[in-house]
Nanobody, 115 residues
Framework: QVQLVESGGGLVQAGGSLRLSCASS????????IAWYRQAPGKQREFLAF???????NYADSVKGRFTISRDNAKNTVDLQMNSLKPEDTAVYFC?????????WGQGTQVTVSS
């Protein structure tokens, strides 16, 4: 069973920063590709970034240069550093872990950016 727990969401003013964390087991952390997605009200879930077990990364164009995904080996977390936040970044942010046909999602954390 793939269990993930997101944390770090909250309310921030436009231009501010937040750091989200996705906690998982050591096995998931070591062997799964972990990604961040978000879903705004009335919109489809949107891919943001992923990081491989080896540290390779990929970003959606919409967040490239503002968001950074990274691995914290001491905590078994995958973090998403979000800078220069905009009101349109307001959404529920989810982490996803996948390997082969095994996949799981966290429960999500709310990020609200005020103008």
């Amino acid at each position: 069973q793939v269990q993930l727990v997101e944390s770090g969401g909250g309310l921030v003013q436009a231009g501010g920063s937040l750091r989200l964390s996705c906690a998982s087991s050591a096995t998931i952390y070591s062997f799964y590709v972990i990604a961040w997605y978000r879903q705004a009200p009335g919109k489809q879930r949107e891919f943001l970034a992923f990081i491989t077990p080896g540290g390779g990364t990929n970003y959606a164009d919409s967040v490239k240069g503002r968001f950074t995904i990274s691995r914290d080996n001491a905590k078994n977390t995958v973090d998403l550093q979000m800078n220069s936040l905009k009101p349109e970044d307001t959404a529920v942010y989810f982490c996803n872990a996948k390997t082969g046909r095994l996949e799981g999602w966290g429960q999500g954390t709310q990020v609200t950016v005020s103008s």
